[in-house]
Antibody
């Protein structure tokens, strides 16, 4: 069955960078896009962007365009999302999702001094 | 960006009774290919969102048939024919016809 397993929780200081991984299994990695969605505490879902692992093409939501980079390693079937210049309002659970059909378990990121 | 508006924000339902959630989009979600890119998710407490319905009315694999989706254009509805205890959580609609993908604000369903 399809599984997306994300890296563990992180605590970061403001200004630092973060890289979350999402390892895919149970399907051919290059045939589906990977989206990244975040959820601030007690809030709704916010799409950050997505990547096509087949060709590496990315699309980002405008608010994340300058601070986020999404990549995919087809040799390990793993997608990554890097967020730079972290702020306290980046505190959230970050999810990866295969074409929004199947979701990872989420990665809690706390940004605090 | 396409704005997705869900109502009501919360719903208290007696087990065995029906429930209905509305989702309205600020633009039509009908693509020229004939598909309408409206999805419904359920996020149970402490869990990741799980897909229930795709393209307005198609149930994802394993989704019970008490869940049904309907609508067209900009107006959509998710119905649960008989709410069960395992249906509690927050329901979200989502559009993917246009980037950025956007979600409704969510409808919290709890049991009475």
């Amino acid at each position: 069955q399809v599984q997306l397993v994300q890296s563990g929780a992180e605590v970061k200081k403001p200004g630092a960078s973060l890289k979350v991984s999402c390892k895919a299994s149970g399907y051919t990695f290059t045939t589906s896009g990977i989206s990244w969605v975040r959820q601030a505490p007690g809030q709704g879902l916010e799409w950050m962007g997505g990547i096509n692992p087949y060709n590496g093409n990315t699309k980002y939501a405008q608010k994340f365009q300058r601070r986020v980079t999404m990549t995919a390693d087809t040799s390990t079937n793993t997608a990554y999302m890097e967020v730079r210049s972290l702020r306290s309002d980046d505190t959230a659970v970050y999810f990866c999702a295969r074409d929004t059909l199947d979701w990872g378990q989420g990665t809690l990121v706390i940004v605090s001094s | 960006d396409i704005v997705m508006t869900q109502t009501p924000p919360s719903l208290s339902v007696t087990p065995g009774q029906p429930a209905s959630i509305s989702c309205k989009s600020s633009q039509s979600l009908l693509n020229s290919n004939g598909k309408t890119y409206l999805y419904w998710f359920l996020q149970k407490p402490g869990q990741s969102p799980q897909l229930l319905i795709f393209e307005v009315s198609k149930r994802f694999h394993g989704v019970p048939d008490r869940f049904s989706g309907s609508g067209s254009g900009t107006d959509f509805t998710l119905k649960i024919s008989r709410v069960e205890a395992e249906d509690v959580g927050v329901y979200y609609c989502m559009q993917s016809i246009q980037l950025p993908i956007t979600f409704g604000g969510g409808t919290k369903v709890e049991l009475q």
